[in-house]
């Protein structure tokens, strides 16, 4: 069974950055697309950025395009997005999350399994 444990979340001022983690286990990642989502209450879960897990293809959310930056690295199982430039609007609790096949997808509904997320709250 595939674990996803986020982690990096917290407080933070506008104009300021975090990196959040997602470490997966449960089996070898080798032909599999990670994504990072957010989710404001109420709201649609909304794509952030994706990458493949052996290529490194990545594709980003308009909001966070030139901000925002996934990385991964397959020693330790673990997917970063390194989040520059924050404003309030990035407030969210952020997800990843791994789909089976190694394209990227904006659609949350093509991923396989989810971590339990993580608070991200930019101050103004």
């Known amino acids: 069974q595939v674990q996803l444990v986020e982690s990096g979340g917290g407080l933070v001022q506008a104009g300021g950055s975090l990196r959040l983690s997602c470490a997966a286990s449960g089996r070898t990642f080798s032909t599999e697309a990670m994504g990072w989502f957010r989710q404001v209450l109420g709201k649609e879960r909304e794509f952030v950025a994706g990458i493949t897990w052996s290529g490194g293809t990545t594709d980003y959310g308009d909001s966070v395009k030139g901000r925002f930056t996934i990385s991964r690295d397959n020693a330790k199982n673990t997917v970063y997005l390194q989040m520059n430039s924050l404003k309030p609007e990035d407030t969210a609790v952020y997800y990843c999350?791994?789909?089976?096949?190694?394209?990227?997808?904006?659609?949350?509904?093509?991923?396989?399994?989810w971590g339990q997320g993580t608070q991200v709250t930019v101050s103004s």
């Open positions: 999350a791994v789909k089976n096949f190694q394209y990227i997808s904006m659609d949350p509904r093509r991923y396989d399994y």
